[in-house]
C-alpha cells in the first residue's frame, strides 16, 4: 500500500491519535510520530535508511475548522 493510500484508509484513526503531530510513514506503517517534521523524519530516516519515508502533518480539529 502506498502512503497516500494508507492516509486515505486510516484518516479518521490518525486524526484521533495524532491531532497536531507530524507523522512518518514507511510502507504501510506510521514509524515516527512527533511535533517536529524534521524530528518525525529524522527518526524514521534511522529506523529505516534505505526506504522512502512519507511525511504528513494531521491537523487539529480546531484547525480542520479553520480550512473549512
Not at 4 to 31: F, M, N, R, W
Not at 33 to 50: H, L, M, R, T, Y
Not at 55 to 63: A, D, H, K
Amino acid at each position: 500500500m502506498k502512503p497516500h493510500e494508507y492516509l486515505l484508509k486510516h484518516s479518521q484513526e490518525l486524526s484521533g491519535k495524532y491531532p497536531g503531530k507530524y507523522i512518518a510513514i514507511v510502507s504501510d506503517e506510521v514509524t515516527s510520530v512527533s511535533d517536529s517534521g524534521i524530528e518525525a523524519f529524522n527518526k524514521a530516516k534511522e529506523k529505516d535508511p534505505k526506504k522512502e519515508i512519507h511525511l504528513s502533518y494531521i491537523p487539529t480539529e480546531e484547525e480542520l475548522v479553520t480550512l473549512l
